[in-house]
């Protein structure tokens, strides 16, 4: 918690002679001129954004605090729920609650503030009956309205009157020594991504073939199909991952991120955005896949199939849905030429998985241990909960299905991640 700032002694004057009354006076004014104590101070002035991602019972939010007063070298967030909301978890913060009150307190290495910085942090959590916006922000103490509270200027005796003591400009920046003063900085950074272990605009690609954390992979075979990096579409910045998926099989194509995903855990969220110029076919096709190493390293695959979305199991062709109208009903088709926010979540402790296309559930793509007709009973069959261990963007196509996409602003990690 934050240490309150002792209280200003206040210097009276004696009244025996003139001499000791000047030098009372100049002791004041000295003890008036010295800088207040900035290292844990309260703020004077913040202002809050709160990025709510919504479903049904469910719920994340980007919570992002500008400081608006003196620097800090740590903080303290507070606000109010107006509904049933409940916070089930968060990440770059230590979040309690108590009733509808929560509690955001910083957690090391982002606790240093200078005026005007910033700190971002998220959370995730369920509600039933609503999901307001929160209210009563306040900051080490201090409500955040936006604005900047005005320091009291202190009071200098006039007689006589000191030699005036330079002022600093402004305050400090770094917080105590061996703190950083600053979020440390993720590879490739993307907005939305924090600490990620996959977090890429593919900004960093100074070539049209990938390189670096991007490599291009043919898994199972290679044929016409090319992957290359494209500065024509982009979904932001000036790169995105260009995909010229041909029809018919070995014509497989892929990229793949060098990192390592296989420690991310209990459940691993992946977002990015994608771009198809082509309607999914009726055939099966896949754009994504994931080396299962609780399935022999056969992967998990999201494509499409009969014209809607649908993950697919390498090992034993199980699909969710399952392939019935009315299972294919409960899917989505993939919106053309124009961007699409993808991202999906896979419990490594158990079946249970979910996945979203512009931020609304797909409930045709939904594992959560409780079968459903016509959705999830190829799925179960498997009772082992899978363990991604790769993770690659491209296009294979098991019959007919030519298509050009791009991918952008890509993000895997034990966080949640909104679009």
């Known amino acids: 918690m934050t240490a309150t700032p002792p209280a200003r002694r206040t210097w009276r004057p004696r009244t025996r002679t003139a001499a000791v009354a000047a030098a ?6 000295a003890a008036a001129l010295l800088p207040l104590p900035s290292a844990q101070a309260a703020a004077s002035g913040c202002k809050v954004d709160y990025t709510v991602n919504q479903w049904s019972g469910g719920y994340t939010a980007a919570i992002k605090i500008t400081n608006l007063g003196p620097a800090l070298s740590g903080w303290k967030l507070t606000w109010s729920y107006g509904a049933d909301e409940k916070i089930t978890s968060a990440w770059n913060a230590t979040v309690t ?4 009150a929560v509690t955001a307190v910083d957690v090391g290495w982002n606790g240093s503030l200078a005026t005007n910085g910033t700190a971002d942090f998220g959370v995730q959590g369920t509600w039933s009956i609503a999901d307001p916006p929160p209210a009563n922000f306040a900051l080490n103490g201090v409500g955040c309205n936006g604005t900047a509270t005005p320091t009291p200027t202190p009071t200098i005796s006039t007689s006589p009157t000191p030699t005036p003591t330079p002022t600093p400009t402004q ?3 770094s917080g105590p020594t061996g703190q950083p003063t600053s979020q440390p900085t993720t590879p490739n950074p993307d907005p939305g991504c924090g600490s990620a272990v996959v977090c890429s605009g593919f900004e960093d690609q100074t070539g049209t073939v990938p390189s670096g954390a991007w490599q291009v992979v043919t898994p199972d075979c290679q044929g016409s199909g090319t992957a290359s990096i494209d500065t024509s579409v982009t979904h932001s910045g000036t790169r995105s991952l260009r995909i010229d998926g041909r029809a018919g099989y070995c014509n497989h194509v892929f990229v793949g991120t060098t990192r390592d995903i296989s420690k991310v855990s209990p459940v691993v969220y992946a977002r990015m955005w994608v771009r198809h110029t082509t309607a999914l076919p009726a055939s099966h096709v896949t754009s994504i896949t994931m080396a299962d190493a609780n399935d022999g390293g056969r992967d998990l695959r999201i494509g499409g199939q009969n014209g809607a979305l649908q993950w697919n199991r390498q090992s034993d062709d199980a699909t969710l849905p399952e392939q019935s ?6 899917s989505a088709p993939l919106p053309t030429n124009r961007w699409v926010c993808l991202r999906y979540e896979v419990d490594t402790t158990k079946q249970s998985m979910r996945t979203y296309l512009d931020n609304t559930e797909v409930p045709g793509l939904r594992v959560d241990g409780v079968p459903t007709q016509d959705i999830d009973s190829q799925w179960l069959r498997r009772t082992t909960a899978p363990r991604p261990t790769t993770f690659r963007l491209g296009w294979e196509s098991y019959g007919s299905g030519d298509d050009t996409l791009w991918f952008d602003d890509v993000a895997v990690g034990a966080q949640p991640l909104s679009c």
């Not at 009372?24 to 004014?29: E, H, N, P, R, T």
């Not at 109208?325 to 409960?330: F, I, K, R, S, T």
């Open 24 to 29: 009372s006076a100049l002791i004041a004014a």
């Open 97 to 100: 609650q108590s009733g509808k």
């Open 171 to 173: 305050n400090p920046t």
């Open 325 to 330: 109208p009315n299972g294919v009903a409960q």
